[in-house]
C-alpha cells in the first residue's frame, strides 16, 4: 500500500469537501466518486497533499491530485456535513 501519513481527526479545522477521482493503490481507504471531508492542512498543501476523513474514519494525507473540490448547493454541502 503506498504510504500515507495520518493522525487522528484534527479538532477545530476548517472543512471543506473533495471528490475522490482515483483510489488506485488506497483501495481500503478511499473510494473512487465518493464524497469526504476534507481537514485545512497548509502544511500538507506545501507538500501537495490533502488531509481527508477516510473509510476509516481517520484523518489521513492523500495525493492532492487524487481529489477535487466539491463544490455544491449550500443545503447540499450541510446535508453531507451532517451525515459524516
Not at 506545501?46 to 477516510?54: A, T
Amino acid at each position: 500500500m503506498p504510504n500515507c501519513e495520518g493522525g487522528g481527526v484534527m479538532a477545530r479545522t476548517s472543512k471543506s469537501l473533495a471528490i475522490c477521482l482515483d483510489s488506485s493503490g488506497y483501495e481500503v481507504s478511499l473510494e473512487r466518486r465518493k464524497i469526504y471531508v476534507a481537514l485545512e492542512d497548509a502544511e500538507a498543501a506545501k507538500h501537495g497533499r490533502i488531509r481527508v476523513i477516510d473509510e476509516s474514519r481517520a484523518d489521513y494525507l492523500y495525493p492532492e491530485e487524487r481529489f477535487v473540490e466539491a463544490e455544491l448547493p449550500l443545503a447540499t454541502r450541510r446535508a453531507v456535513m451532517q451525515a459524516s
